[in-house]
């Protein structure tokens, strides 16, 4: 079944070309059935990237999914063609009456930057209050993750140096949630980060359960106890090449940075990456979608709270 878009966002032709199931707001309109209503926050300043690779991990499930964008008022990206997010992207005060089954706060390149001295922080965190009351269960993405858990719990990240880049193995901790539905006990995902939060900050909250963690890249994934938060520092979204352009953008800069570790075959930068991580990475957004989402949200979508 399809994920549900615009009609003419760029993500569309890319998707049907790789034999990906969108289905345009026209289309829908046929169809009696409720889409499940899904607001991403679109922090990164490559919107268009990430708007494909999401649209891509939220396509491959037996439900319709109606996909909204969301841009901050109070910071406008400099990386986008400003007419792009006049056409798709919403500002808070144009949805802040609705109710949405799931969203998605994705990250941002703010890894030493203090939460207090972000732009758009007084708006995020509105952003995140309303989420308690209007939004069924959310999604935080890597930076999304630190704001999150540092908002709603009090949770501090703190420095990770060197930067922590490549791909890396993973540990199931709860084999039983259906998050890991399909899943092996280890399973691999990108990391991209200078910025960590310990187990024992997760642990000493009553309110929050560690769902994966990995011996090099430390607490990957966890939730709020109630299921209508879930944390993730991985990037199972990243296309096969994305930690190869920031290391070509690194590289480019004079940053001398290392090869993203267990990423080229044989660390060699010259050769192409081999991708590990796609199989979890769509079951991962499936999951979320299917078993946190759809399964649980009630029919009648003004009913959240």
Known sequence: MPVKIPDALPAKEILENENIFVMTEFRAMHQDIRPLNVL????M???EVTETQLLRKLSNTPLQVQVEFLQTASYTSTHVDPSHLQAFYKTFDEVKDRKFDGMIITGAPLDFIDYTEVDYWDELCKIMEWTKTHVHCTFHLCWGAYAGLFYHYGIRKRDRLPKLSGIYSHEVRKKSSPLFRGFDDVFYAPHSRATEVTEEQI???PRLEIMA???????????????R????MCHAEY???TLLLEYKRDVAKGMNPLPPKNYFPDD?????PIVTWRSAGQLLFSNWLNFYVYQTTPY???TIE
């Open 40 to 43: 991403i926050l679109n922090l």
């Open 45 to 47: 300043p490559t919107k």
């Open 203 to 205: 642990l000493a909250d």
């Open 213 to 227: 963690t990995s011996p090099e890249a430390g607490v990957a994934i966890c939730k709020s106890t109630d299921s």
């Open 229 to 232: 938060h879930f944390f993730v």
């Open 239 to 241: 296309d096969w090449d």
């Open 268 to 272: 060699d930068p010259t050769k192409t």
């Open 300 to 302: 009648d979508i003004s």
